[in-house]
């Protein structure tokens, strides 16, 4: 065993701390410490994120440490394991681990999720004062500007600001809202696909407002990540009394509504605007009926607006004083002169050019066609404009096109398995399933491993649905995710996905040697 393993480090950072206390735990099938991939196993298991060795290595290793506001969960669930396997003994080891990597110090809620026992010393201990337990642990991004806390959502806005168009009509709504009300929610309604994310965006680009971006496939949706992100933007950007927050600034909207008080008691704030996407995506799991979406407080002070878009849902879990509610329609003036103008800003590409001259038609007659095809819907022309670029449809032209966003994807879908039904049923669907069930980007590698797949068969599958992936780099390798809420929305219509996510665990139940 590595002597470095189980000494307490020196340098108490982060990466050491984790490593130290990790040696210090006991597998007790194996008689030895956790190994890096067992923790990232157990881990995996418990959270339902993919965590692998490499990453557990990176963290010890001080390359990369799990975010202090999006990680805190995954932080928690590291001193559960370690705790539960005798590496981690008390709270001080815990807060150790915490103050090492600069992280709030555990709340009461967690600890109660930890081990109910610790409590008590907890009061003991502060009553003689350990500077562990009397100091408040600052946050480093609470003294970051605007500009850099919207480094955590940057590359998301930029994806969703490219060939952005029009959307005035909607923009000169927003600022007469601003300006005849007092205060308030505006609530932007609208189907999947019609640009609630891409309006947010460019508004968010424009004037710089404070955000915060609810994200399903990739699991950014609880009230705990959207009151610390947010929290700690108003207090950088209005330069609020605060170097850190609050033990208890997750558990209600309390500090959050004490920040937008603050931030309005100076009237030069005004606008302190909040603009937050996906309200329909976040989490209510055990939500009680009368508890706002994110703790979303029922009122605001003058001269604050909450911003929100949601899909057309039935209950948004939003009790709030005289909101507005905004509905983008997909056959409204507006949204068709976009969607318009959106067409012919792509259709003077060289290649689309040959394409309409192939299939003898002007750019007249493709854009008022594709108008109509799209029905309104901006997805729709984000697959189809490229699609037809690529020469995807050639057999029958403009009449080839399908009439919306869903027979879009029902026709590829169809296509994939006509006359080859059994392949695709052992291979296409699996492989499309298991990115619908992903929390997070994943690689070849955890399809292979969870479908029982050859990594060829696998990257063969991936090309097949590229056009609904997205595919991202990071530490040499290729990770993907569906692009869309709204194909994963018509995956879960067309297949039970239940059996994928038991595929999932079953994977990691086996290597962890419980099943």
């Known amino acids: 065993m590595d002597a470095n393993l189980i000494q307490e480090p020196e340098q108490r950072s982060f990466g050491d701390m984790l ?3 990790r040696g210090q735990t006991i597998n007790r099938r194996k008689g030895k410490p956790l190994s890096q991939e067992q923790l990232g196993i157990l881990l995996t298991d418990q959270l339902g994120l ?15 440490s799990p975010h202090p506001q999006r990680d805190r969960e995954l932080m928690v669930a590291v001193v559960e394991i370690l705790k539960k396997h005798n590496g981690i003994k008390s709270l001080d080891d815990a807060n150790q681990l915490f103050e090492a990597g600069n992280y709030q110090a555990l709340t009461d809620q967690e600890i109660d999720q930890i081990d109910p026992g610790w409590k008590q010393p907890v009061a003991q201990q502060n009553a003689v004062g350990p500077a562990s337990f009397q100091q408040t642990v600052t946050y480093p991004y609470s003294q970051a500007s605007p500009v850099d806390l919207r480094r955590s959502f940057s590359s998301y806005i930029a994806d969703k600001l490219k060939g952005f168009v029009g959307r005035e009509f909607i923009f000169d709504a927003i600022s007469s809202f601003i300006k005849g009300k007092p205060s308030g929610y505006l609530i932007i309604r609208g189907d999947p696909g019609i640009g609630k994310t891409a309006l947010l965006a460019k508004l968010i680009d424009d004037h710089g407002y404070v955000h915060h971006f609810n994200i399903a496939l990739q699991n950014i949706r609880s009230a705990r990540i959207f009151l610390e992100n947010v929290c700690l933007q108003l207090i950088a950007r209005y330069n609020l009394p605060h170097s850190s927050l609050p033990q208890n600034a997750t558990e209600n909207s309390s500090f959050l509504s004490q920040c937008l008080n603050e931030a309005a008691s100076g009237r030069g ?4 605007v909040i603009a937050i996407d996906a309200l329909d995506e976040a989490d209510h799991t055990g939500l009680p009926a009368d508890v706002n979406s994110l703790y ?14 949601v899909r057309r849902v039935v209950d948004l879990h939003l009790q709030v004083s005289n909101p507005q509610t905004l509905d983008l329609e997909a056959d409204s003036d507006g949204n068709l002169r976009d969607i318009k103008t959106y067409i012919e800003k792509y259709v003077v590409r060289k290649q689309m050019q040959d394409r309409l001259s192939a299939w003898a038609v002007t750019r007249e007659q493709f854009t008022d066609t594709l108008v109509k095809k799209s029905q309104g819907n901006f997805m729709y022309l984000y697959y189809a404009l490229p699609a ?6 050639t057999d029958g032209g403009l009449d080839e096109l399908p009439e919306g966003l869903l027979a879009y994807y029902q026709r590829h879908w169809r296509q994939m398995r ?14 499309d399933c298991m990115l619908g069930v992903a929390q997070e980007p994943i690689t070849l590698e955890h399809i292979s491993n969870w479908t029982k797949l050859e990594k060829s068969q ?8 590229y056009e609904f992936l997205l595919d991202t780099r990071q530490d040499e390798q290729h990770l993907y995710r569906i692009y869309h809420a709204s194909f994963q929305d018509y995956l879960k219509n067309e297949v039970d996905l239940t059996r994928y996510h038991k595929m999932i665990a079953d994977y990691y139940l086996r290597l962890a040697n419980m099943k």
């Open 19 to 21: 490593r130290f206390f």
């Open 269 to 272: 704030n005004h606008p302190v």
């Open 296 to 309: 979303l407080p029922p009122s605001l002070p003058d001269g604050v607006y909450i911003i929100v878009t």
């Open 418 to 431: 006509e006359g080859n039904e059994r392949e695709f049923d052992k291979m296409y669907e699996p492989i």
């Open 50 to 64: 993919i965590i692998s060795r490499n990453k557990v290595n990176n963290w010890e290793t001080n390359k990369i």
């Open 458 to 465: 696998v990257k063969h599958a991936i090309d097949k649905w």
């Open 388 to 393: 037809i670029e690529g020469g995807k449809f």
